[in-house]
T-cell receptor, first 113, second 115 residues
Framework: GDSVTQMEGPVTLSEEAFLTINCTYT??????LFWYVQYPGEGLQLLLK?????DKGSNKGFEATYRKETTSFHLEKGSVQVSDSAVYFC????????????FGTGTSLTVIP | DGGITQSPKYLFRKEGQNVTLSCEQN?????MYWYRQDPGQGLRLIYY???????QKGDIAEGYSVSREKKESFPLTVTSAQKNPTAFYLC??????????????FGAGSRLTVL
């Protein structure tokens, strides 16, 4: 069945460091891929998405490219800020399974000044 | 502004009691979902509904019940049959059409603690 595997956390970085959070997926059809962010005590917010192979999603300096050949959707940011401290979830939605959503377990990021 | 409202934000329950968590959306979305979040386990789907008066069990439906009498509302009841109900509960919705199709929008969550 469909699934998402993402990098274990927690991740701690210094301000202005480069961020990569790995995400790979398994899907039966042609999924859409997402990154969501969750700040403490809040719900999830959509960070970025990509709907087909080679698409690049971007928002707030974060980027992720839909790589069908490696079934990956890694999240990157060139220079993190303290305000980026949150939990990041990789997710997919697959039309082949009735548009069900599948989430990774989340990666906690802490950015220190 | 359009969005999803969950209430209450915090709820305490004694063992053996049923509690109902409210979820209301004004986004005109067709589909609504309930997820449970536990530390280190990501999100697990409890129930979902694609249209009014219809809903399906998710991966962990045992001990929970839902209704979908109105498009805007999808309340979740945590029954006394749920063995370990202490968790953070998230409601979400999505549209099947338009630019925002197939994107989940989440509420702020409800934290249930069983005493």
């Amino acid at each position: 069945g469909d699934s998402v595997t993402q990098m274990e956390g927690p991740v701690t970085l210094s301000e202005e460091a480069f961020l990569t959070i790995n995400c790979t997926y398994t899907a039966t059809g042609y999924p859409s891929l997402f990154w969501y962010v969750q700040y403490p005590g809040e719900g999830l917010q959509l960070l970025l998405k990509a709907t087909k192979a080679d698409d690049k999603g971007s928002n707030k300096g974060f980027e992720a490219t839909y790589r069908k050949e490696t079934t990956s959707f890694h999240l990157e940011k060139g220079s993190v800020q303290v305000s980026d401290s949150a939990v990041y979830f990789c997710a997919l939605s697959d039309r082949g399974t009735g548009n069900q959503f599948y989430f990774g377990t989340g990666t906690s990021l802490t950015v220190i000044p | 502004d359009g969005g999803i409202t969950q209430s209450p934000k915090y709820l305490f329950r004694k063992e053996g009691q049923n509690v109902t968590l409210s979820c209301e959306q004004n986004l005109n979305h067709d589909a609504m979902y309930w997820y449970r979040q536990d530390p280190g386990q990501g999100l697990r789907l409890i129930y979902y509904s694609q249209i009014v008066n219809d809903f399906q069990k998710g991966d962990i439906a045992e001990g929970y019940s839902v209704s979908r009498e109105k498009k805007e509302s999808f309340p979740l009841t945590v029954t006394s049959a749920q063995k370990n109900p202490t968790a953070f509960y998230l409601c979400a919705s999505s549209s099947r059409q338009g630019a925002g199709a197939n994107v989940l929008t989440f509420g702020a969550g409800s934290r249930l603690t069983v005493l």
